[in-house]
């Protein structure tokens, strides 16, 4: 077996991170995006002694246990075929192996507390984007999703998929129409030339409406009557509309060198445990509001059995502290976050909702936890990004005169590494829960406790 070959594979196992696993003389294949029981055509794109990469290029045979989809195949679902029991029995057994082997919490299994569903399987997110591009190697018209395999080329997306609004993603093909006849081309990553390169859209469940905004190079200003088509297309559920110019060689939204509101507001809300939260589109926000809010009262019901100031770190917008400083008013929260914008909407929202015993504060989490005065007593909150907490921050908070720490995480391979860190510092893991805030993807949410070991 060579790198850049391409070889026919067996997949034989499901692996953590949404990868699967086929063998060549006991020798590991990893494949991304794979199901167990599918044969593929694959590409060697990493070659060492005891184990090798695939890239995906063509799913040959189905799965035996894929079932039949009615919606549209899209990369960021993987595992839309695969029944939903099915999924969680692969969550919960991966991440079992992953705190037993990374954390080195042997009975892992004996504080496990069940899985939280999603209360929707589908149509779950609230913000969804889209790429322009070409469709083939002669050009093209496209918006929808990446190909797989292929960065440059885009799929239009015919029919709804799996993750997002369902009568959005059904009108998606009209607006596609109506860019193409601004005669202006989509955006070719393979020559860096073109106009249109993406389209996002955000959505408050609460109120049903929807921001959008237009990602696009330089080369033109946006044509006349998008706004216009945009309101007529999707209808009286458009609250806001935004243009956002980049030329950057990445088509993220977050690369964008000039940004205009075009029409409309630039926020909408949510509503979550009887708080309200303001969203712009580029605002941080759990993407599945209704099992956010199954998350946020198990986090609440943890810290109910705790005492002393509550610490929420990594607060990013404030939601969990705060929804913590709203069903309990006799207890000091106190947010800390890096991102100034974030700790904006963090003030503003606790202004909002009257909170009285919430705080936010800027600062690095690092040089926080070493400057505090660490006198009383404290419970720690932690939601950090999936990169975890960054290790100086974490040997500060597990020395610290606390007595619980309260762990959410969107990376259980991360959180398995920071766990094992805890315990070398005399923590336990006292437990923990699961949530399948995604379904149909290889993604899930831990939620833990930690205790100090007596």
């Not at 005669?183 to 073109?194: A, H, I, P």
């Not at 100086?392 to 920071?418: G, H, K, M, W």
Request: proline share 5%; net charge neutral; with cysteine.
């Amino acid at each position: 077996m060579k790198k850049g070959r391409i070889y026919e594979l067996d997949l034989e196992k499901q692996a953590w991170g949404g990868r699967s696993i086929s063998f060549d003389a006991n020798i590991p294949i990893f494949v991304p995006k794979g199901i167990v029981g599918q044969k593929v055509l694959g590409q060697i794109i990493k070659k060492r002694k005891n184990f090798a990469e695939a890239k995906l290029l063509e799913v040959l045979q189905k799965s035996p246990i894929e079932v039949e989809s009615e919606y549209a195949a899209v990369s960021g679902a993987p595992y839309a075929t695969v029944p939903i029991e099915t999924q969680h029995q692969w969550k919960v057994e991966q991440v079992t192996d992953l705190l037993q082997k990374i954390g080195g919490i042997i009975d892992a299994a004996s504080s496990y507390e069940g899985l939280i569903t999603s209360p929707m399987l589908y149509g779950y997110r609230n913000k969804m984007e889209y790429s322009f591009g070409v469709t083939s190697q002669d050009g093209g018209f496209g918006l929808g999703s990446k190909a797989r395999g292929q960065f440059w080329r885009v799929e239009n997306l015919e029919k709804p998929g799996p993750l997002f609004d369902e009568l959005v993603e059904k009108q998606l093909s009209i607006f596609r129409e109506w860019c193409k006849k601004t005669k202006f081309s989509v955006y070719d990553q393979r020559s860096n030339k073109g106009f249109w390169r993406g389209l996002s859209v955000r959505k408050s469940f609460t109120h049903d409406q929807l921001l959008f905004s237009i990602l696009t190079t330089s080369d033109a200003p946006m044509p006349g009557g998008c706004v216009k088509a945009i309101k007529e297309i999707f209808g009286s559920r458009v609250a806001g509309v935004r243009h956002i110019i980049s030329d950057a060689s990445n088509d993220s939204f977050s690369s964008s060198k000039a940004h205009a509101l075009l029409w409309g507001d630039e926020t909408i809300s949510e509503t979550i445990l009887g708080l309200s939260f303001q969203m712009s589109e580029q605002s941080f926000a759990q993407p599945n509001p209704q099992t956010a809010a199954l998350i946020y009262q198990q986090v609440l019901d943890y810290a109910k059995n705790t005492t002393g100031t509550l610490l929420d770190l990594c607060c990013g917008t404030g939601t969990i502290g705060q929804i913590i400083a709203k069903n309990m008013p006799d207890r000091p929260v106190i947010g800390v976050e890096i991102v100034p914008e974030a700790v904006t909407d963090a003030v503003k929202n606790a202004e909002a909702n009257q909170l009285k015993n919430y705080a936010a504060e800027c600062a690095d989490v690092r040089a926080w936890t070493r400057l505090h005065n660490w006198s009383g007593e404290y419970t720690i909150i932690l939601d950090p990004p999936r990169s975890g907490v960054h290790p100086r921050a974490l040997e500060r908070i597990a020395t610290a005169p606390v007595q619980t720490i309260i762990y959410v995480s969107c990376n259980p391979a991360s959180f398995a590494r920071d766990a094992a860190e805890l315990q070398a510092h005399g923590w336990r893991l006292h437990k923990w829960k699961l949530a399948d805030q995604f379904p149909h993807t290889p993604h899930v949410e831990i939620i833990t406790t930690f205790t100090r070991e007596k």
